[in-house]
Nanobody, 128 residues
């Protein structure tokens, strides 16, 4: 059974940084992609970033571009989201997801329906 476990969330002041991790167990992914989505209270879940597992191509939502960096460690089967210059509007539950086997462009990686497996989420709170 595939499990995705996020960690690294917490409370940080505006302008600060956090690094989220997503450890994948139960399966080794060699194709497809890993994504980070987020959901703020009262809002829809939205795409933040994604990475192609094999090639390492990255994709970002405009709202996080230049501040967030997604990376992966294939040996550890782990994906990271480095978040810098955090803003109060980044406050949300962050979820990692695996799948997107047929994606090759931003529009595909950004759709939650492309992902088969999801983590339980980790809370990120940015105070002003």
């Amino acid at each position: 059974q595939v499990q995705l476990v996020e960690s690294g969330g917490g409370l940080v002041q505006a302008g600060g940084s956090l690094r989220l991790s997503c450890a994948v167990s139960g399966r080794t992914f060699s194709t497809g992609g890993m994504g980070w989505f987020r959901q703020a209270p009262g809002k829809e879940r939205e795409f933040a970033a994604a990475i192609n597992w094999r090639r390492g191509n990255t994709y970002y939502a405009d709202s996080v571009k230049g501040r967030f960096t997604i990376s992966r460690d294939t040996a550890k089967n782990t994906v990271y989201l480095q978040m810098n210059s955090l803003k109060p509007e980044d406050t949300a539950v962050y979820y990692c997801a695996a799948g997107a086997y047929y994606c090759s462009a931003y529009g595909c990686y950004g759709r939650a329906a492309q992902y088969d497996f999801w983590g339980q989420g980790t809370q990120v709170t940015v105070s002003s």
